[in-house]
């Protein structure tokens, strides 16, 4: 794999549901180690983006690369995707679903997912059906960060849940993201996420407005992202 | 990576379907024993003192019954073993759970392949199960059924099982080419109406907005009902030329034209499932 090239590239991508687009020549590109916040209203696009790049929807047109590949096996195979939905079927037990992503993913590291899940207080032993939707949001989470992958996309990780499990939440990405992968997180909730970010992107009606370093709400005199945020997005 | 998922969905799939066939094998088992007691009960009523009579034809009755009874249940088992395995297939792909599935390391192809293969598995161990207890049962019933023969709504070859044993086959060069056919027929059908059930499903789940299910099901029927059509268009065609080719010339162009069609829609459907799967599925 080429360290040289972006681990995500997004060239005029353009995703449209029949007549009605939701993403519109969406152009950006992501370097390695950063962590980029995928910011804006409910129905910008952010799902939708990343439902392209994880391969789960064809674009209508324009291109995506991750670390030069296009969506598809491979890609697949370096990319750590958590969606917004529970996707672990109710009667799969932990240890089921560490033998899942041992079994599919190279990249997986079990003894590190076994270490979060024990400081978790999670049992192995446990079928999800069992779990509240608090922790089997969190044993997804570890699943997904336990992987040594080159790109995590991580679709509301923070949405519907207690302050105190964002503060875990967002420091399990923090200290188990590989420093030469690249994270993507979407939220509308600014405020928890801004001081783990690295670069921020606008997204408004699947236009990407603005795409910049999070530095820039300082220097552009906005008391923090969030406040940039809100005015920019006030309605 | 294909034996990897054929594994995963064997497994889910036995989880559900293992318990339920042994439960068939029970019910098998006790229904035979049943009807073998049950018969066996008629000249010792006086064992049961002077209502033994009727206590002798209320215990045949209830055993006859439950002959009656396990044969229905061996035919719910494989009407549960296909609804279990196309609600894995849909489940598996097009709800939450296609987040983890789609999103996995493999091909469209690998997929649906994957599924085919452990759902045809699990309906051809369904139906030598269900086989094998229709031939105990058959045995079971003999003594109720007296001179009603049964060898004429059961194959030919079953029957050689049950009432010649296994040994009849090495002995009977025919039985065995019967017995390959049959069984190459029996899973080109349960391979076509695996697919057709997979295409319905995947077809609901990527053109309705919503009520995707109910829309499987009418594509389901839907396109059943067009097979038989198509099948009873070019059977009514043979038929006709019946006046003019032997009748054994046409008996095998329809048994092959059946083959032929229901081989074509298995790889068109495979193909349309992949197509589906890699280009108009959009979770919600």
Redesign the interface.
Same mark, same amino acid.
Not at chain 1, 85 to 89: F, G, H, V
């Given at each position: 794999m080429d360290e040289s090239l972006p681990v995500l590239e997004c060239i005029g991508l353009t995703k449209s /549901?029949g007549a009605a687009p939701a993403l519109r020549d969406v152009c950006m590109q992501v370097p390695r180690g950063r962590i980029v916040g995928l910011l804006g209203p409910n129905g910008s696009g952010k799902t939708t983006l990343m439902?392209l790049i994880?391969?789960?929807?064809?674009p209508t047109c324009g291109q995506i690369r991750i670390c030069g590949l296009t969506p598809?096996?491979?890609s697949?195979?370096i990319?750590s995707?958590l969606?917004e939905?529970?996707?672990?079927?109710p009667?799969m037990k932990v240890a089921a679903a560490l033998d /899942?992503f041992a079994?599919?993913?190279a990249d997986f590291d079990r003894a590190a997912a076994l270490d979060m899940l024990t400081r978790l207080g999670v049992g192995t032993a446990q079928p999800m059906s069992a779990l509240s939707k608090g922790t089997k949001e969190k044993v997804q989470l570890v699943l997904v960060m336990a992987r040594r992958a080159s790109l995590y996309l991580l679709d509301e990780p923070i949405g519907g849940v207690d302050p105190a499990a964002r503060d875990y939440i967002l420091d399990t990405i923090i200290s188990n993201y590989h420093r030469d992968a690249s994270v993507i997180i979407s939220t509308h909730l600014v405020a928890d996420v801004e001081h783990v970010l690295d670069d921020f992107v606008f997204l408004r009606g699947g236009i990407v407005e603005r795409c910049a370093p999070v530095s820039f709400a300082a220097e552009a005199g906005y008391a923090s992202l969030d406040d940039l945020f809100r005015k920019e997005f006030r309605c | 990576m294909l034996e990897k998922l054929f594994r995963t969905d064997f497994k889910a799939l036995s989880r559900i379907l293992l318990p339920l066939h042994l439960v068939v094998v029970g019910i098998g088992v006790l229904a035979t024993f049943a009807g073998f007691a049950g018969y066996s009960l008629e000249g010792l009523d006086e064992l049961f003192g002077a209502a033994g009579d009727q206590i002798v034809t209320l215990l045949s009755g209830l055993a006859a019954l439950f002959l009656a009874l396990s044969m229905f249940l061996l035919f719910c088992a494989c009407v549960t073993t296909f609804v279990v395995v196309v609600v894995r297939f849909y489940r598996n792909l097009f709800s939450d759970e296609g987040y983890l599935t789609l999103t996995l390391p493999v091909t469209a192809g690998q997929l649906v392949t994957a599924k085919v293969l452990a759902g045809l598995l699990w309906m051809v161990i369904d139906a030598l199960v269900v086989l094998g207890c229709v031939a105990t049962l058959s045995a079971g019933a003999e003594g109720f059924t007296g001179d009603m023969s049964l060898n004429s709504s059961l194959p030919a070859w079953l029957l050689g099982l049950s009432t010649n044993g296994l040994a009849s086959l090495g002995e009977d060069s025919i039985t065995v080419l019967v017995l390959m056919r049959w069984w190459a027929q029996t899973i080109l059908q349960m391979l076509f109406a695996l697919l057709v059930a997979y295409l319905s499903f995947a077809l609901g789940a990527a053109l309705a907005r919503q009520h995707k299910v109910a829309a499987g099901v009418g594509l389901f029927i839907g396109i059943w009902w067009v097979y038989g059509m198509v099948v009873g268009a070019i059977d009514i065609f043979l038929v006709i030329m019946m006046a003019y080719v032997s009748t054994d010339l046409i008996m095998g162009a329809m048994s092959a034209a059946s083959a032929l069609i229901q081989l074509g829609a298995v790889c068109g459907c495979w193909a349309l499932c992949v197509f589906l799967l890699k280009h108009r599925v959009n979770l919600t």
């Open positions: /549901y439902k994880s391969g789960l929807l064809q598809g096996p491979q697949k195979a990319v995707y969606p939905r529970t996707y672990l079927a009667s /899942y079994d599919f993913y | -």
